[in-house]
């Protein structure tokens, strides 16, 4: 649990949509191994500049729905949902196989986000089966009072607003956005945190993107990682 404040029971309460690879948990590069799968599947051939540069897109989008980007990468859909399928396959390969873990003091943040009163959601840009399978490999499930992907907004994932808006319509938490309080480590998070209008945009820096890009697309705070965002939480309220 985080040091920084005490829990304050009184505080406003509020709505928190925290992103999961990166933000508050670490998979070790495995979005880049599994789509390394993928692409082989699709004869995509490792070391080819075809596989750099679309390897590197891969990089850049780090946060967006998976599903969007291959659509990108492949140019159809027929291959744009081989290449999901394939990815997601490999990817809960991967997770089966241990490779996946909680950053240090996101389970205790989240704990402590609900203790505080808070609503908490967990939103990935994978497809259910695969936000299932990191939710069960870590003992997650009853974690959050929420957890969230594309498919369950609407199909569009980051940097759309829709997984932000959704977890607001479907919990009721707050009486508004301005009450909505996004994570991640992406500016795809902070875009869609920005674009739902939610009131704080925290950026945490245990993932894909550097403090400037995330403050470039929007970060109200930039901080270490997950577990200090319990005691900024309090600040504000306090």
Same mark, same amino acid.
């Given at each position: 649990m985080?040091?920084?404040?005490?829990?304050?029971?009184?505080?406003?309460? +509020? &709505?928190? !949509?925290?992103?999961?690879?990166?933000?508050?948990?670490?998979?070790?590069?495995?979005?880049?191994?599994?789509?390394e799968?993928a $692409?082989?599947r699709?004869?995509? #051939?490792?070391?080819? %500049?075809?596989? @750099?540069?679309?390897l590197?897109?891969? +990089? =850049?989008?780090?946060?967006e729905?998976?599903?969007?980007v291959?659509?990108?990468?492949f140019g159809?859909?027929?291959?744009?949902?081989?290449?999901?399928?394939?990815?997601? #396959?490999?990817y809960?390969?991967?997770?089966?196989? /241990?490779?996946?873990?909680?950053?240090?003091? @996101?389970?205790?943040?989240?704990? #402590?986000? +609900?203790?505080?009163g808070?609503?908490?959601?967990?939103?990935?840009?994978?497809a259910?089966?695969t936000? =299932?399978?990191? &939710?069960?490999?870590?003992?997650?499930? =009853?974690?959050?009072?929420?957890? &969230?992907?594309?498919? =369950?907004? /609407?199909?569009?994932?980051r %940097?759309?607003?829709?997984? !932000?808006?959704?977890?607001?319509?479907r919990?009721g938490?707050?009486?508004?956005?301005?009450?909505?309080?996004?994570? *991640?480590d992406t500016?795809?998070?902070?875009l869609?945190? !920005?674009?739902?209008?939610a009131?704080t945009?925290?950026?945490v820096?245990t993932?894909?993107? *550097?403090?400037?890009?995330?403050?470039?697309?929007?970060?109200?705070?930039?901080? $270490?990682?997950?577990?200090?965002?319990p005691?900024?939480?309090?600040?504000?309220?306090?």
């Open positions: 985080s040091n920084d404040t005490p829990t304050n029971t009184t505080a406003p309460r +509020r &709505l928190v !949509v925290l992103d999961m690879a990166g933000t508050t948990v670490a998979d070790g590069g495995l979005v880049e191994r599994a789509f799968r $692409a082989a699709l004869g995509v #051939e490792p070391g080819t %500049p075809e596989h @750099a540069a679309k590197q897109y891969v +990089r =850049d989008t780090m946060g729905s998976k599903i969007s291959f659509r990108r990468l159809t859909e027929e291959l744009a949902r081989r290449a999901n399928s394939a990815f997601e #396959e490999a809960a390969e991967l997770v089966d196989g /241990g490779l996946v873990e909680p950053l240090p003091g @996101a389970r205790e943040a989240i704990g #402590e986000l +609900r203790a505080q808070h609503t908490v959601v967990l939103t990935t840009g994978f259910r089966v936000q =299932d399978a990191i &939710l069960d490999a870590l003992g997650w499930r =009853d974690l959050a009072d929420l957890t &969230l992907c594309p498919a =369950d907004a /609407g199909g569009r994932g %940097p759309y607003p829709d997984m !932000v808006l959704t977890a607001f319509l919990t938490a707050v009486a508004g956005v301005h009450e909505v309080v996004v994570a *991640g500016a795809y998070d902070m869609s945190g !920005v674009r739902a209008g009131g945009v925290a950026g820096l993932g894909a993107h *550097g403090r400037a890009e995330l403050e470039r697309n929007g970060a109200t705070h930039v901080l $270490a990682s997950v577990a200090r965002l005691g900024l939480l309090a600040r504000e309220s306090s």
